[in-house]
């Protein structure tokens, strides 16, 4: 074990837990952001697009 293994050890599983957050919140605005975006521009686009 190195003089730095704990600290790396910490900082790389914050990075993890950091990087799923991350990547749940990104996938659950893709699920539903998406959709209601789209049901939002969608009525827009059929406005200006006539």
Same mark, same amino acid.
């Given at each position: *074990?190195? *003089?730095?293994?704990? +600290? =790396?050890?910490?900082?790389?599983? !914050?990075? *993890?837990?950091?990087?799923?957050?991350?990547? !749940? !919140?990104? *996938?659950?605005? =893709?699920?539903? +952001? #998406? /959709?209601?975006?789209?049901? #939002? #521009?969608? /009525?827009?686009?059929? !406005? #200006?697009?006539?």
């Amino acid at each position: *074990m190195s *003089m730095y293994g704990s +600290g =790396l050890d910490g900082a790389f599983t !914050a990075l *993890m837990i950091a990087c799923g957050i991350a990547g !749940a !919140a990104i *996938m659950a605005l =893709l699920f539903w +952001g #998406v /959709p209601w975006l789209w049901g #939002v #521009v969608k /009525p827009w686009l059929h !406005a #200006v697009t006539g």
